[in-house]
């Protein structure tokens, strides 16, 4: 779909959401969803299909990886997952017009069977690709300091044992990421558990499980991350579905120093491309972008070999600005990136504008048509394709194959 209906059709549905869920619903039913139909091509145009091969060649025989699906879930025959109730309430009208987003992208009909059916819609995606493996994260709670779990502020839960049984049902495309919060009583035993089962990647968000990265209290998480070969995908960078400026910061790039300085592994999800954290380094407290940080991080040459960057979300609007120019221009960081879809916010149409990335000269208007014909078809594919294709606007730089493939 072109750039102005798409456009017109994000409006039109916020309008909706605003006027209540029964005309949310009618909307989705009257205009459908992306992906309703991944296994067709027959409808892409012969320039669409051109950009396609060229972006997945490199993976017919080598799949690809994505670090970043999330899972999301409501308790369905007792996986233990669950959402907070303010996402589901019109009382909460910010919040609940956040996860309508959320569970149309994800494919989610009927509330209380969340998990079967965004389970069920990602494969079919995903197989209908078939060049790609995925990491499907589980998300621990909040936590307080005292290591307690914080109900009240936790907004989605899925437990590690949910998606170790997700993935080894679905073996061809899936892996089990695990999420532990460092502050439990019993982290270091569940990360052993995760480890015994096959887990080789922790997912933190620590803006949204209040933990900081920088606290002693994790020292000892990181001593068994590292003695296990472990590796930590956190979140760096803001996170827009927290409103707490104290948390906010523990997404501060440079507190996840300590990982590193205890030979952790760390991959920096979004290339922390959002945002502005504390200059620890700077006794005035000034306040300097995230991505700046991140910089610093990669910059470090104690941290070669350790600090690497996701590129999740960096062509989303809003960070397709110079953390994308620059990362496609930094050929020398190329072979410490990673990526991540971020799965389900390729399929939530307002968060791409490929028509503002031929604008900035990522992409030409031909290549802007065609991906969003492909998005249309297969937005989780999309997301693979529209970074294979994109280039700096001056060097012509991409991003190469290896940035694709698991490390």
């Known amino acids: 779909m072109s750039q102005r209906p798409r456009r017109v059709l994000t409006v039109l549905a916020v309008v909706l959401v605003l006027l209540g869920g029964g005309a949310w619903f009618a909307f989705e039913s009257a205009i459908g969803r992306p992906g309703e139909s991944p296994e067709d091509l027959s409808g892409l145009s012969p320039r669409a299909r051109e950009i396609l091969e060229v972006a997945i060649a490199d993976f017919r025989a080598d799949p690809a990886f994505d670090h970043h699906v999330h899972t999301v879930g409501t308790g369905e025959k007792g996986s233990g997952a669950r959402i907070s109730p303010r996402f589901l309430s019109w009382l909460h009208p910010k919040q609940h017009v956040q996860f309508l987003a959320y569970q149309r992208a994800f494919g989610i009909e009927d509330i209380a069977r969340a998990e079967s059916q965004s389970a069920t819609h990602f494969l079919r995606l995903a197989r209908a690709a078939g060049v790609s493996r995925h990491g499907a994260m589980a998300f621990d709670a909040f936590h307080r300091p005292d290591g307690s779990v914080d109900e009240a502020d936790t907004e989605f839960y899925v437990p590690n044992e949910h998606v170790e049984a997700l993935a080894r049902a679905n073996a061809d495309v899936l892996v089990a990421v695990a999420s532990i919060h460092p502050y439990r009583t019993d982290a270091v035993a569940e990360l052993e558990r995760c480890a015994a089962a096959g887990t080789r990647i922790v997912k933190w968000l620590p803006n949204a499980m209040g933990m900081d990265p920088a606290d002693p209290r994790c020292d000892a998480f990181y001593a068994a ?20 400026e104290t948390t906010q910061e523990y997404g501060n790039p440079l507190r996840l120093r300590r990982a590193l300085d205890a030979g952790v592994r760390v991959y920096f999800g979004h290339c922390a491309s959002l945002g502005e954290g ?51 221009a930094r050929t020398d960081l190329h072979e410490r990136l990673v990526n991540g879809s971020d799965w389900p916010l390729p399929a939530i149409d307002a968060l791409f504008r490929t028509g503002e990335l031929a604008d900035l000269g990522y992409l030409t208007t031909e290549e802007a048509r065609a991906l969003d014909e492909i998005w249309a078809v297969n937005p989780l594919l999309f997301d693979l394709v529209l970074k294979r294709t994109v280039k700096h606007p001056t060097m012509r730089t991409g991003f190469p194959a290896s940035v694709f493939r698991a490390r």
């Open 225 to 244: 991350l590292a003695r296990l070969g472990m590796t930590l995908l956190s979140h760096a960078g803001e996170e827009q579905a927290v409103e707490s």
């Open 278 to 328: 504390l200059d620890l380094d700077d006794p005035t407290g000034k306040r300097v972008d995230s991505f700046d940080l991140f910089l610093r991080v990669m910059d470090d040459p104690r941290y070669v070999g350790r600090a690497f960057g996701e590129i999740s979300a960096l062509t989303q609007t809003g960070r397709s600005g110079r953390p994308l120019a620059t990362m496609l």
